[in-house]
């Protein structure tokens, strides 16, 4: 689902404030109706939602030639595999995926332009598995950056995930680390870079979007 937000600073992502005001009217209504544990369930409802839609900035790396993390999770596939829908060749793949508690809002990998961004209806396995990558939702976007680099970041939604937001659309021009999206609740992303990168991260390691360097060129 490509909504076309545009970049800015911003506390809260997506559609969060509207979940973190369903919490309030809940907590409010407890307090209606003299309903201690109403008021308790809206007040933790809306703290929830205020937690996982929350949308810190970043301190995005200026070395030149970096590729940075698209997303904040963990490291669960660091593999060569056939890309051959956007790519047409085979790719270092990195997948990280993201829990409930993890900052959901992604961000591009590199400053470049988006090439194509299209999205996929399809399933909801569990992110973690490897067949998630070929069945479930997703939304690809295809970067060029400096000297024709291409990658790709698919965004792929999981078990509890049901929205893919793309903020981005072709032929607009990214920073390195500006956001591109966001997906609600527990979801992965797969980052696509060239088979001669050098990966600097292996699985079960923790990154962050923005900030944490996935490959040199």
Request: aromatic share 8%.
């Amino acid at each position: 689902m490509n909504s076309n937000i545009p970049e800015g600073r911003r506390l809260i992502a997506g559609p969060g404030p509207r979940f973190i005001l369903a919490g309030g009217v809940i907590f409010l209504l407890g307090l209606f109706i003299n309903s201690t544990w109403l008021a308790l369930l809206g007040l933790l409802t809306a703290g929830f939602f205020a937690y996982f839609f929350r949308d810190p900035e970043r301190a995005i790396p200026q070395e030149p030639g970096l590729v940075i993390s698209p997303a904040d999770g963990r490291v669960v596939f660091v593999d060569e595999v056939r890309e051959d829908r956007f790519l047409g060749r085979t790719a270092q793949r990195v997948a990280i995926f993201m829990n409930v508690f993890d900052v959901h809002v992604n961000r591009s990998p590199l400053a470049g332009t988006v090439v194509t961004s299209v999205h996929r209806p399809g399933g909801y396995l569990p992110a973690n598995r490897g067949a998630a990558a070929q069945v479930n939702e997703q939304q690809a976007t295809l970067l060029e950056g400096e000297g024709g680099l291409r990658v790709l970041v698919v965004q792929i939604a999981g078990l509890l995930a049901r929205r893919i937001i793309s903020y981005v659309r072709p032929g607009q021009h990214l920073g390195r680390g500006e956001r591109l999206g966001l997906i609600c609740f527990g979801s992965r992303v797969d980052l696509y870079l060239p088979p001669e990168a050098e990966i600097l991260v292996k699985v079960g390691d923790r990154v962050q979007a923005g900030s944490s360097i996935i490959t040199r060129f």
